[in-house]
């Protein structure tokens, strides 16, 4: 069997290696290596009030495939008031018309799956609660189905509004409601076609 | 099916530590992950070698030391690797016979600074220096030297080390030794969080064209 796209980052060194691309949605937000232990790589908002965002892709090289895909990641976040999202996107912006996320904090009341289809994006939670608490998620996408996983088990599978086009790895980080510097600290991702 | 790396590296449910893998393949070294430095006089390199199994080539000046961690500066450096439950694995060769040393390990501070360290040192030849033709365990935190009593003829063949800091002691594994030759065990670590630093050095002498150690493997974890 052929071998098929695979790319594994550890957030690990002195900075962020230079083929992630930050894009810059509101304000101004940062994407460094963080000194402190499991910390990977630290998202940062910059402390305006207007919903500082950004997102961290490979500027719209997209290699995997809407319908045989998985994505991997361990994150955390360290403000309630924060929204961070991450999964296989179609482009930089906040809403990419195609798109598989897990989206968390103030973007939804549990950990959720997002998906868009080209037009029509829409949501599924799962009943695991929001927390700043380190959590492993996965997202597969199939010819029927994408499912969400948390620490290792499915907590949604989702049949509407599946993404159809190439996608890219995508996180995304937005500071919401209150002003203040906010953190979403990433130590690993993995994402190929199955 | 294609299968995650994650899952093979981590039971079902688990929610990974900080690790990163890097073997040292390309044209270069990934100055994105890794910084450089170098003391004494002269030329350092920080090559890929041109050769079977040659890994990263890190040549010091004749009289100093060239260094890889993931300090930029003090101010930037950093350190995601626990004190207290966490392992290096490393698979190097050290060249000269004489004046040379590699030490390779976990430090707390920026290569200039004052820090604590544990290293696994591996000495040749220098000037009748009691770690001569050895590979020890050894820390700053407290001052430690543990022979692990690999043959003196063995110092300058490729081995894989693997070093690993406890809640409150060190150990040195050589070759996947767990105990006796090969193996060394020490109440020593250091005193706050750590970043990998991987040190080829000359020692009690100038080395003509440098130290010279290769590194084809280092993978690092929290445990």
Request: aromatic letters at 10%.
């Amino acid at each position: 069997m052929a071998y098929k796209q695979h790319f594994i980052e550890w957030f690990s060194g002195k900075s962020l290696p230079s083929y992630w691309t930050l894009t810059q949605i509101v304000s101004t937000c940062t994407a460094t290596m963080a000194d402190s232990v499991d910390g990977g790589m630290l998202f940062q908002t910059d402390s305006g009030a207007g919903s500082p965002s950004a997102s961290l892709t490979f500027n719209n090289k997209r290699q995997y495939v809407a319908t045989g895909f998985k994505f991997i990641s361990v994150c955390k976040k360290n403000d309630d008031l924060l929204g961070i999202k991450g999964g296989m996107g179609s482009s930089t912006s906040v809403n990419p018309d195609h798109h598989a996320f897990m989206i968390e904090g103030t973007l939804a009341s549990y950990k959720t799956l997002a998906t868009k289809d080209g037009s029509t994006g829409t949501e599924t939670a799962s009943s695991i609660a929001l927390s700043q608490d380190a959590f492993a998620y996965d997202i597969e996408g199939t010819t029927s189905n994408v499912t969400l996983g948390i620490n290792g088990s499915i907590a949604v599978t989702k049949t509407t509004n599946r993404p159809t086009d190439p996608l890219q790895p995508y996180l995304y980080i937005q500071s919401r409601t209150s002003a203040a510097v906010k953190d979403y600290n990433v130590r690993y991702l993995e994402c190929y076609n199955t | 099916m294609t299968k995650s790396i994650y899952d093979q590296l981590n039971a079902s449910g688990t929610i990974a530590k900080q690790r990163v893998v890097e073997t040292f393949s390309g044209d270069a070294l990934d100055t994105d992950r890794w910084s450089t430095h170098a003391t004494g006089s002269g030329t350092e390199e920080f090559v890929m070698g041109d050769e079977v199994n040659g890994g990263l080539l890190i040549k010091s000046r004749p009289n100093g030391a060239a260094i890889i961690d993931f300090g930029a500066s003090d101010a930037t450096k950093k350190r995601p690797f626990s004190q207290t439950g966490s392992v290096m694995i490393v698979t190097s060769k050290m060249i000269q016979a004489q004046y040379s040393v590699q030490y390779n390990g976990f430090r707390t501070n920026y290569y200039t600074e004052a820090g604590k360290n544990v290293i696994m040192n591996i000495q040749g030849t220098t000037n009748g220096n009691s770690y001569d033709n050895k590979i020890m365990l050894q820390s700053n935190n407290p001052s430690t030297s543990v022979d692990t009593s690999i043959a003196s003829s063995a110092i300058h063949d490729w081995h894989t080390y693997k070093l690993e800091l406890l809640s409150s002691s060190s150990t040195l594994s050589v070759d996947g030794a767990l105990s006796s030759t090969g193996f060394a065990t020490g109440s020593c670590n250091p005193d706050t969080r750590c970043q990998p630093s991987l040190v080829s050095s000359a020692a009690e002498g100038s080395v003509t064209g440098g130290a010279q150690s290769h590194y084809r493997y280092c993978e690092v974890y929290n445990t």
